[in-house]
């Protein structure tokens, strides 16, 4: 590791720490913390801080409800945006049961044994997130709302943009926590954004999605207004995303490239992606995991909904981008940012070794827009679709061993049972659309 506790307690005391937030993550990818004051930071960093597991949803029974918080100390950082004299810091956990072993429950968990399996192959698997968000004003309570006056469109600048001055500010706050920023940009959609980060270890991605979305949010609302990464916040305009791109390392040298291929691809590259197709319609529910995720994986608004992959073409689910060598990646167009990021790399992972252990066979690339092939022709071509919404992904996800030994028996059971609820209400509503449509003609 990076710190020792010994490194951890001279932090504390030079950074003038008064607060250390223990967090973690729940099993539908919210952030979760407890606040200590520095007197505590001994006994957290000795494995001894407990919560009621209970309360936390999806996570953990009555009767087993005691967790342990198991700091990571190469996770010790400091928020830039709280008090400078009696500094808050924080610290990414695992959660424990008492008995110390590892709580299935934990999301975190999930995504080790994953890379755990990929390292007895001899991988590191890399992955870089490209997230993006709305930026809406609050109403007279400072409350979100989906309004906007702002009508920049992709890489607009000021003062067409009005979120420059946000995005400029989320972007050296994350500087100061660490992370590389690559890109920031406008998006598509007026008030969207994209803020890019260098890809690094999964592991280490996941936890810093988690802290890029506190970020986010938290330096909006600073400036009076309020992010969002649902995914589909307006109907009409293009929805946030979070293409996830992959890459594969062994002894540090990526192992997707490979000179002597006519697009430059290892065989593993290949097969890594054949898996990804294998069980995509199984892993849906995780990488698209709301009811509104589903309104964005429509036509007409740069989301897939094919499972295709393509070289050439921007619009399939799995694209490769053209940087070769320690660029070399492949890029899933689905995910969205409610994902819980260590389940959502967690199964793709799992799906590209399965390729590789299984050695599948890839079907051949679809480099013409898939949208104007006739249903026959995708037929023709075994051109399947993406679930078409929340219900058909989680019967999927339901039906899938796969997916049941990738996420355990813990989280399969109470993720599916929870997603199907949320499914359930959802369609039992009455929605304006219905109302606006419906009721005057009726
Ligand atoms: P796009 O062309 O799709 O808009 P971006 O440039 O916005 O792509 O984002 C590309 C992402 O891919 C960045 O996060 C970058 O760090 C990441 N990336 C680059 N090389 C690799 C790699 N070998 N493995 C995983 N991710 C990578
Ligand atoms: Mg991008
Ligand atoms: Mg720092
Ligand atoms: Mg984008
Ligand atoms: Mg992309």
Not at 24 to 46: C, H, M, P, R
Not at 367 to 392: C, G, M, Q, V, W
């Amino acid at each position: 590791g990076k710190y020792t506790k010994a490194d951890i307690l001279r932090m504390v005391k030079e950074d003038d720490v008064e607060f250390i937030r223990l967090q973690f993550t729940d099993i539908f990818g919210d952030l979760k913390n407890v606040a200590i004051t520095s007197s505590q930071i001994e006994k957290a960093l000795d494995n001894k801080i407990m919560f009621d597991g209970s309360s936390i949803e999806g996570f953990a029974r009555i009767e087993e409800s005691d967790m342990y918080l198991y700091p990571d100390y190469d996770t010790y950082e400091t928020f830039p945006w709280r008090p400078q004299q009696g500094k808050v810091a924080r610290l990414i956990c695992d959660v424990y049961k008492p008995d110390g072993t590892p709580f299935e429950g934990d999301p975190r968990y999930v995504l080790k044994k994953a890379l755990k399996e990929a390292a007895d192959m001899g991988y590191m698997m890399n992955v870089g997130p490209e997230c993006e968000f709305f930026l809406f004003q609050t109403d007279e309570n400072g409350l979100p709302t989906t309004n906007t006056y702002e009508r920049a469109s992709y890489f607009d600048l000021g003062p067409l943009d009005f979120g420059e001055n946000a995005r400029r500010d989320m972007v050296l706050t994350l500087e100061q926590m660490g992370f590389e920023i690559e890109a920031s940009h406008h998006e598509v959609a007026p008030a969207q954004h994209e803020i890019d980060f260098k890809y690094g270890e999964a592991l280490k991605t996941a936890d810093s999605i988690e802290t890029f979305k506190l970020v986010v949010k938290t330096i909006a609302k600073k400036h009076g207004l309020c992010a969002t990464f649902m995914p589909k916040p307006k109907y009409g305009v293009c929805g946030s995303g979070m293409h996830m791109n992959m890459s594969l390392s062994k002894d540090g040298k990526n192992i997707f490239a490979d000179d002597n291929d006519k697009l430059g691809l290892s065989q593993e590259a290949y097969y890594f992606i054949a898996g990804i197709m294998e069980h995509m319609r199984e892993m849906t529910a995780i990488t698209n995991p709301l009811v509104n995720s589903y309104k964005r994986l429509v036509p007409g608004y740069e989301a897939p909904i094919y499972i295709a992959w393509s070289a050439k073409n921007r619009s399939p689910l799995v694209r490769i981008p053209s940087a070769r060598g320690a660029g070399t990646r492949v890029e899933l167009r689905c995910p969205d940012p409610t994902a819980n990021p260590y389940l959502a790399m967690a199964v793709c992972l799992k799906a590209g070794l399965d390729g590789i252990k299984r050695q599948l066979p890839l079907v051949p690339s679809v480099d013409s827009n898939i949208f104007e092939l006739t249903r026959e022709e995708k037929k023709a071509r075994h051109i399947e679709s993406l679930p078409a919404n929340l219900r058909e992904a989680v019967l999927c996800m339901r039906d899938s061993d796969f997916m049941k030994e990738a996420l355990g028996e813990h989280i399969f059971t109470r993720y599916t049972s929870a997603k199907l609820d949320e499914w359930n209400e959802y369609t039992r509503q009455v929605t304006d659309w219905e109302i606006s449509n419906y009721l005057y003609k009726v």
